[in-house]
Every structure is written in structure tokens, then in C-alpha cells.
């Protein structure tokens, strides 16, 4: 039982490594989003952080990716290559998909940020 175990793990991990060679860019966590109608003042605030950074961490990850594809696309230039445009497809399609998702995010933190400011004016 625990060699079949360990023989699954180590598969599991082998197959992992080829995806992680794939690109050395990090897709960002979305943060959670708050209840601005229950939210704290320290609650708002930190999720402000947190939107704020993880809207930081998008771009770059989105100038990351888009970086490694014009890099490939000029090694295959270099080595006389027809470049892959699929790859590109794909990139595009991560850049569009991490946009929609940085758009939620901030919408989520102001909304929150409304309610918040709704319940304690002033």
C-alpha cells in the first residue's frame, strides 16, 4: 500500500515538473472579497491593500507572459523557425481571462467600499 503510495506521488510529481517548466510567470490570487455592510475599518482597509497589490502582481504577471512570447518569438527569428502562433493564442487568451478577473476585483472592492462608506458616513 504505501509503495503504491509513494509510485503515485512520484508520478504525479514528474508529470508536474513539465508544466512548471513552461513558464517561470506567476499567476496571481485574486483576494477574497468582503461584505462592506459588515466589514471593519481595518477589514476595508486591508482589503484595499490587497486589491491594490493584487492588481500590482496582474500587470506584471500580463507584461511577464507577454514578454516570454515576443522572446520566443524572436529565437525562432534567430534559429529560422516558424513561431508557433498558437502559443501566442494562448497567451492572449491568459491576459484576457487575468484582465476580467482584476476588473472583478476591483468592482468587488468598491462596492464593498460603497457599503462601508454607506453605513458610517462621515
Known sequence: MLKTFALAAA???C???PALADSVCQEP???AAIDGNTATLAQVKAAQLDTKTFIKQSDDYQECILKEVADAKDAAKKDKKVFDTTIEDAVM???KANQALKERVGAEF???ATAYNAKHPG
Open 11 to 13: 508520478f504525479a510529481l
Open 15 to 17: 508529470s508536474a515538473v
Open 29 to 31: 490570487i485574486p483576494p
Open 93 to 95: 487568451a491568459k491576459v
Open 110 to 112: 468598491n462596492a464593498a
